[in-house]
């Protein structure tokens, strides 16, 4: 099977490798495909990422069949039927221009019946703010106490602290247009462009990362992991039009 691979293939502290690659045996792959689809992402993303680090003959095939048949993903699969985005300024550094908006994640009712008493269990919703960088599509989700303007400044600066104060942040109008986030703006020398109610997409970028965080949350939720494991797969995994992941 490996006869024609030969002089690719190396040996280092008993781990076989092919050009690089972890070559993995038959007994470990379901797990690797398991692993490799932790973050739920598509087929081409985890394609892409295995392809940097393992090999075994037919190995795309079988993670093609396998995100094909996640259950997980058909039941949160995107509605890819939306309005085109309006194009941006590709900005030359990262974190120079940003987006954030805000996502509620609505939790549901919970019927619970035990020995004959039952009780409907409601669980509060969740905001997270959403940010992704227009350079590297390095993406944040922070969850937030409330939406009040306090709050996202507080969470802004905490990122901008790690990041850099960007140039540019694209926001929605609310709840990023108070006063007191304009007077944060012009204390911490960037500039505020909302989107327009006529071109409402013309924040387009953060509404897809919206979208991801959203169905972050949703699996995560639906398998009781820790969406740090979902955004820590998404940034080291490489974004086909960039042809770089966005921790590099």
Known sequence: MFYNMKNDITVEDGIV??????????????NMLRLLHESHQGIVKTKLRAKNIMYWPGML???EQFVSDCTICEKFRSDNRK???LPHEIPTLPFEKIGSDVLTYRNKDYLV??????KVLTYRNKDYLVTIDYYSKWIEVTELENKNSAELISKLKYLFSMHGIPRILICDNMPFGSFEFKKFADSWNFRIVTSSPRYPRSNGLSEKAVGIAK?????KFEENKDINI???????????TMGASPSE
């Open 215 to 219: 169905q972050m949350l949703k699996k």
């Open 17 to 30: 490798y092919y050009d690089n690659r972890v070559i993995i045996p038959h007994s470990l792959r379901k």
């Open 113 to 118: 019946t035990i020995d004959y008493y039952s």
């Open 83 to 85: 309005d085109p985005l």
């Open 61 to 63: 095939n079988e993670i």
């Open 230 to 240: 979902s955004l820590l797969e998404y940034r080291s995994t490489v974004i086909p």
